[in-house]
């Protein structure tokens, strides 16, 4: 008896002590804690899982060999690094929807003849096409759309951030530390993003402007492009990076007041079809029963 209880406490030390090594944080990768602090990316380290690396290299040839510059073939490469998603999952999944899509059709077609019919021969192949069409589709427009949710947040949260520079320049901070410390204040993705962009830029003894010029390039934001270039000409004098920074707040928040009032009229509009449904069917409601007397009575 005394074995067996001393035989279960030692199991239950050894789960214990699992348990903790699993729970306990893992150490950050080289290549990520690397790329916070250099201006150059780093590739990543290789898989272990041996389908995952598998599937990494079948997205990267997909990546490389299949598509296109412009048209249906083309990635959209700015939407996805805005969103931090890799070129190779994006193809993956844009393989597996287009298999998806030619083989449900055939699928249905067999159950069908199972169930003693005959469908047309036709049927399977031109709907499994244009099944898989569509579908291998899907990832493009899902992908834009969330881009473009992405880029109205951080326009909204860069104009926050302008005028926090601005303010931090009223107090008499030096250009570098009035653009660093701003980005520190949340853990929003708009202000991780500017943060990493001037770390790197101030490790790698780069001009701040030129990384947010290569930020917004990378995301694919006019507005952060612009700002870095106007500033860039306007050098580190203190009155005219003012002038530059509250000028580019007032347009954006202007811009942003505009598109929300075009989005608000867009939506007003289309609130009249359902409207004028419901009036027509409560004008049918009322009148009917007058009609339906009518004829009776005729």
Not at 43 to 69: I, M, Q, Y
Request: aromatic share 6%; with cysteine; charged share 20%.
């Amino acid at each position: 008896m005394t074995a067996i209880a001393a035989l279960a406490g030692c199991l239950a030390t050894a789960g214990l002590i699992l348990l903790a090594e699993e729970l306990r944080p893992a150490p950050p990768r080289l290549d990520a804690a690397l790329a916070r602090i250099q201006a150059v990316p780093f590739e990543s380290a290789p898989a272990r899982d041996d389908d995952a690396a598998t599937a990494e290299r079948v997205g990267r040839w997909l990546a490389e060999r299949v598509t296109r510059p412009a048209g249906l073939l083309a990635v959209p490469r700015t939407d996805l690094a805005l969103l931090g998603r890799p070129v190779e999952r994006f193809m993956l999944d844009k393989l597996a929807l287009l298999f998806t899509g030619l083989a449900a059709p055939g699928v249905l077609t067999g159950l069908v003849v199972a169930a003693g019919g005959s469908p047309p021969w036709a049927l399977p192949t031109l709907g499994g096409l244009a099944l898989g069409l569509v579908l291998a589709l899907v990832p493009d427009w899902n992908v834009r759309a969330k881009a473009r949710m992405r880029r109205r947040e951080f326009r909204y949260a860069f104009t926050c951030y302008l005028q926090l520079v601005v303010l931090e320049r009223q107090a008499g901070a030096a250009l570098n530390a009035a653009l660093e410390e701003p980005a520190k204040i949340t853990n929003g993705w708009p202000f991780q993003r500017l943060h990493q962009a001037l770390t790197r830029a101030r490790h790698a003894q780069q001009q701040p402007w030129r990384a947010l010029a290569a930020l917004g390039e990378d995301i694919g934001v006019a507005d952060l492009i612009d700002l870095a270039h106007t500033s860039e000409i306007a050098g580190g004098q203190g009155a005219k990076i003012h002038d530059v920074l509250v000028a580019k707040i007032t347009s954006m928040r202007h811009e942003a007041s505009a598109a929300a009032r075009a989005e608000a009229g867009a939506r007003t509009t289309a609130m009249w079809v359902p409207t004028c449904l419901l009036l027509l069917g409560f004008v049918i409601l009322v009148v009917f029963p007058f009609f339906s007397k009518l004829l009776e009575s005729g």
